[in-house]
């Protein structure tokens, strides 16, 4: 025991260097504003006079996460947000997964042209990707809706119940790459002994693919998925650029642009509960995709 303690100490010293600075970011930039958003959600804003009067910080206990809760807006921005993650994120993870594959098998040439291709709109701003499929979903200026008016179908891709699909795509598009390439790495870990035994057993081509690579790849899988999560809740750029061509995009759209829409009337400790509200959320459901990804696999 004397002599593995000293060991360890020196093992410490020397990874030091490297991990202090990611602590020291890690407690300013993420755990110090945390913090800070916490405390400042159990106060309040009290004016005077019919506001005319001196402002006045006062301790309001829970009744910031009180108003969160019986705001509408709020709990309907968190609803389009859950539904958008349903039906854009499967979908997503589910092409990735299929041109991960493909990049793993001996079929494509070109394989680093296609890691490239795929990685390429990952690597373009949210908001300049946002504005081109803005002018691609214009009602005045898309070349889709244009062409399906020459043939007398009216599409808008605008309308209330249109938007939510809108918005997936552009999600879908941006990051289906990123998570192709990840899952791709994973499965360029996996053995070649590992798949010369399956060979030999008579698994090959695709059912290989299935039963052997995915089921590999599973802890890569359920990190993209809950990358997927929290980018989802995070939703934001692409909103708010749409409001120039969806008129009927209310601000509180999402969850983070209800926050933004009462930073600007001044209501930073509302803001701060519904932020901390939302963090709250995204880590119980995170958490919740964890344990039900370990259950399975002791199953």
Known sequence: MT?????RLRELRRAAPFVLPFLLLFVVVYLV????SVV??????????????GAETVFAGLGNYLRVFQDGDFIASLGRVGFIGVIQVPVML????????????????????FRIAYFVPYGLPGVIAALVWSFLYAPTLSPIAGF???IGVDASFVTDGALPFSIANILTWAWT???????????????????????????????AAL????????????LTLVFSIIG??????????????????????????????????????????????????????????????ARSVTR
């Open 3 to 7: 002599r593995q303690r000293p060991s």
């Open 33 to 36: 504003p945390t913090g800070y």
């Open 40 to 53: 400042q959600s159990f106060f309040a804003v009290k004016r005077s006079g019919l506001g005319l009067g």
């Open 94 to 113: 589910g092409i990735a997964l299929f041109l991960a594959l493909l990049l793993d098998s001996s079929v494509p040439k070109g394989r680093k042209f």
């Open 148 to 150: 399906f008016a020459s």
């Open 177 to 207: 790459g990123y998570n192709t390439i990840l899952i791709f790495a994973a499965l360029q870990a996996i053995p070649e002994e590992t798949m010369e035994a399956a060979a030999l057993d008579g698994c090959s081509g695709w059912k």
């Open 211 to 222: 039963l052997i690579k995915v089921p590999l790849v599973r802890p890569a899988l359920l």
């Open 232 to 293: 989802t809740s995070q939703l934001y750029n692409e909103p708010v650029t749409m409001k120039s061509v969806a008129p009927n995009l209310p601000s509180t759209y999402t969850p983070i642009m209800a926050a933004v829409r009462s930073l600007s009337a001044n209501d930073f400790n509302y803001a701060a509960a519904q932020s901390v509200v939302l963090g709250a959320l995204i880590c119980v459901l995170s958490v919740l995709v964890f344990r039900a990804s």
